[in-house]
Nanobody
Framework: QVQLVESGGGLVQPGGSLTLSCAAS????????MGWFRQAPGKEREFVVG???????YYADSVKGRFTISRDNAKNTVYLYMNNLKPDDTAVYYC??????????????WGQGTQVTVSS
């Protein structure tokens, strides 16, 4: 099993930026896809973005053009750069790892989540 630890959440004003990090440890990280999901109060968890081992990225329409994912395989870490944040981005953000982007939603390997709050 892969252990995932997120960091970087917090409170930001609308239009602001935040960067989330997710550090992986445990079983070999090599070859894994990584991604981010989020869950707002009273809503189901939703896909935000995924990135393959070879750096192919796939974004949800709601964040395309505002969020950017990257990974540093030497550090076993994935980053989520969030710009032009909106109140609707308020949620707990979860890091996830799996064999491919398509299988992330059903993965057993999730982080504990980090809160992002966008409010003035």
């Amino acid at each position: 099993q892969v252990q995932l630890v997120e960091s970087g959440g917090g409170l930001v004003q609308p239009g602001g930026s935040l960067t989330l990090s997710c550090a992986a440890s445990g079983r070999p990280y090599s070859g894994l896809a990584m991604g981010w999901f989020r869950q707002a109060p009273g809503k189901e968890r939703e896909f935000v973005v995924g990135i393959s081992w070879t750096n192919f990225a796939y974004y949800a329409d709601s964040v395309k053009g505002r969020f950017t994912i990257s990974r540093d395989n030497a550090k076993n870490t994935v980053y989520l750069y969030m710009n032009n944040l909106k109140p609707d981005d308020t949620a707990v953000y979860y890091c996830v790892a799996g064999p491919s982007i398509a299988t992330l939603a059903t993965s057993d390997d999730w982080g504990q989540g980090t809160q992002v709050t966008v409010s003035s």
